[in-house]
């Protein structure tokens, strides 16, 4: 069975990044980079999260991972930080996890479009491979509107190594635009009619997503190219 990720799990921030940095300095561009925006998505129970956790850990580069709360850390075992200081001393070892109650209570839109515009600028002082994730993401965005900082992340992100990452229990509701800058959509065990309806829109077979059992999985490329699997726990 095909697993998440490519191999070479090695963290940590590479040519640039000093711990206490907070932007400034030369950008780091690499204009060879493909777009890399990814939408896992799945029903509660699925094992979307579980795919989610297993592409990093077999991926290379920095995380960067919006974690309101708090199941990436349990899960990772790895504390959040919740300061912008901490965020820039926390990169050097590979993995960002954003608790944003600290500095925004209640007000988690604003936490992201903070979290996600600091993760822009930070990713372009220095090179390597950074991710970007977000789970939920259908909690932040309508079909016709997206926070401005994820969608300046999968427009421009490639230039920085800066790839996306969004998990969804509810395609259906994902914006317009950020489907469209998929590179890869990952579908899992859907939970309604109108999420199966939505990635047929993109290429998948109603009958092949209705027989997804929990830790399977169809990948689709942009491209149309299809990878089907299984989840190790």
């Known amino acids: 069975d095909q697993q998440p990720g490519d191999g070479g799990g090695d963290g940590g921030a590479k040519g ?22 990814t939408l896992i998505m799945g029903a509660s129970g699925s094992g ?34 919740s300061q912008p ?8 070892g590979g993995w960002v996890l954003f608790d ?7 007000r988690e839109l604003e936490g992201l ?28 965005m309508s079909s016709q509107k997206a926070p ?3 969608r300046r992340i999968a427009r421009r992100g490639r230039k920085r190594n800066l790839e996306f990452l969004g998990l ?28 199966i309806d939505r990635l047929a829109q993109y290429g998948f077979k109603e009958d092949e997503l209705k027989s997804l059992q929990p830790l399977e999985f169809i990948s689709r490329s942009f491209e149309g190219v299809e990878m089907r699997g299984r989840v190790e726990r």
Do not use: C
């Not at 640039?16 to 925006?37: E, H, K, L, M, T």
């Not at 200081?85 to 050097?92: E, G």
């Open 168 to 195: 969804s229990q509810r395609p259906a509701e994902i914006n317009v635009a950020l489907m469209n800058q998929r590179s890869e959509m990952v579908a899992m065990q859907l939970g309604g009619q109108a999420d």
């Open 113 to 140: 479009e903070f979290f996600a515009d600091w993760v822009f600028e930070a990713a372009g002082m220095f090179e390597g491979r950074k991710q970007f994730v977000v789970d939920e993401v259908q909690d932040y």
């Open 16 to 37: 640039g990044w000093q711990s206490g940095s907070s932007g400034g300095g030369n950008v780091n561009f690499n204009y060879a980079a493909r777009r890399s925006v």
């Open 85 to 92: 200081l901490a965020l820039a001393d926390a990169v050097p």
């Open 48 to 81: 979307k999260t579980t795919f989610g956790v297993k592409y990093l850990l077999n991926t290379e580069g920095v995380k960067f991972i919006w974690d309101p709360e708090g199941e990436w850390s349990d899960r990772l075992q790895i504390a959040p930080v």
């Open 100 to 106: 944003p109650h600290p500095l925004f209570g209640e």
């Open 148 to 150: 401005e900082g994820l």
